[in-house]
């Protein structure tokens, strides 16, 4: 071969995929439930996944794994609504509640059976300590909490794109030769498809055996995590984030009495959250939270690029910073050149009185 690109390339590494390979074709999406109630994150992935689809011109499946399928069947009509083409049904007594163990048994054995060319898991708590272990047992690689996802169109190959190093670089890393092809992407980084209810799709059912005396890991309890019930930052749907503009962490309450009245949650940038003002899972950007509320209000907040990327997605936001030339202007829809400080326990009290007067007319 004297080919000259393939001379450039690296020695000993395989750049062309193998053709026992070829057989795996699809996309899949590991849909995240947990007591019948599916993670958003598995749909955003749908929506995502159908995009990928349609270009690699490949149907959409969704992996649903449990062991109730009455409790499943509603998972598995949404899953067909939000894209899925073919909805793979695993239930087994086994995988009653989330073990690493047995569900990485059971989606490595659908993987194995119906080989697709490309699996994508929430990159959620849940998501993530999967993934690792069903790309291990397969064999094949991983690339965690993407925020990005393309396809090649050289080779067809998934180009899944993450930052790292603490968010100062961003890579995009392809698995060439194995398959199937493995990601995790962040909540909220893609966007949530239209549910279209009258779509039709095959539920593709198999049962998953295994006695639960070879089980090593037991589930004693569940304990329901009570912040769950919250609102989570990255479905808020309004979010008032501060930035060290508020000067000191006493006036975060101003933010947080702000977000009472108007039902939204509070976020905050990464020096605040270094500061010790706030509680690390409400930083918003490129090494905290992505974020797509319906409104966000940035008070005192530069904009930097780190913070940016997690947080223009919003439909809508407003920034009150005091410098005309802050950055956070340039992309901001409504921008107030104010003191935060003074504006923000303002515009709480003619919140409260608009909405007083909207609650008594409804
Ligand atoms: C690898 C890496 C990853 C990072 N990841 C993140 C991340 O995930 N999230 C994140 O947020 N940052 C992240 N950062 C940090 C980021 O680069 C910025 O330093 C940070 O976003 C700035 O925070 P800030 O806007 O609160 O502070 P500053 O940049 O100091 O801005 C404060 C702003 O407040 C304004 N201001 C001052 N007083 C007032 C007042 N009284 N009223 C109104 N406005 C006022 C100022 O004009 C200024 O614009 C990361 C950095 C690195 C290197």
Redesign the pocket.
């Known amino acids: 071969m004297n080919d000259k690109t393939e001379d450039s390339k690296p020695k000993g590494r395989r750049f062309k995929l193998d053709p026992s390979l070829e057989v795996y074709k699809g996309i899949w999406v590991f849909v995240e439930q947990e007591r019948g109630q599916a993670h958003p994150v598995s749909w955003e992935l749908l929506g995502e996944g159908r995009k990928l689809a349609d270009r690699l011109e490949v149907p959409l499946g969704a992996v649903v794994v449990g062991a109730d399928e009455a409790m499943l069947a509603p998972i598995c009509s949404d899953a067909i609504g939000y894209g899925a083409d073919l909805v793979y049904l695993s239930t087994g007594e086994v995988l009653a509640d989330y073990r690493n163990e047995t569900y990485t048994k059971a989606l490595t054995a659908l993987v194995n059976e119906h080989k697709p060319e490309i699996l994508l898991l929430g990159a959620t708590t849940l998501g993530r300590d999967l993934a690792g272990s069903v790309a291990t047992t397969l064999g094949t690689g991983l690339t965690a909490d993407c925020t990005e996802l393309d396809i090649d169109p050289d080779n067809r190959s998934l180009m899944a794109t993450r930052p790292t190093?603490?968010?100062?670089l961003l890579c995009t890393i392809q698995t060439l030769n194995y398959r199937p092809q493995m990601a995790t992407v962040r909540p909220r980084v893609m966007a949530m498809p239209e549910a279209q209810p009258e779509r039709s799709g095959e539920v593709v059912r198999s049962s998953f055996a295994l006695e639960e005396a070879s089980v090593l890991s037991k589930v004693l309890d569940f304990i329901p995590d009570e912040a769950r019930e919250g609102a989570q930052l990255p479905y808020a749907e309004i979010i008032v984030a501060?930035?060290?503009?508020?000067?000191k962490p006493e006036n975060f309450q101003l933010l947080f009495d702000l977000a009472a009245v108007i039902g939204a949650e509070v976020g905050?940038?990464?020096?605040?959250v270094q500061a010790g003002w706030v509680e690390a899972d409400r930083?918003?950007?490129?090494?905290?939270k992505t974020v797509r509320p319906r409104l966000y209000i940035a008070?005192?907040?530069?904009?930097?690029?780190?913070?940016r990327v997690?947080m223009e997605g919003s439909d809508v936001i407003i920034a009150?910073?005091?410098?005309p030339k802050?950055p956070?202007f340039d992309f901001a829809t409504y921008g107030i050149v104010?003191?935060?400080?003074q504006?923000i326990p303002a515009l709480t009290e003619a919140f409260r009185q608009r909405l007083a007067v909207a609650r008594a007319a409804s």
Do not use: E, Y
């Open positions: 190093f603490g968010g100062s501060g930035g060290l503009g508020m000067g905050a940038t990464r020096p605040v930083q918003v950007g490129q090494t905290g008070a005192g907040i530069s904009g930097a690029i780190q913070h997690g009150i910073n005091t410098d802050a956070i104010a003191d935060a400080v504006l």
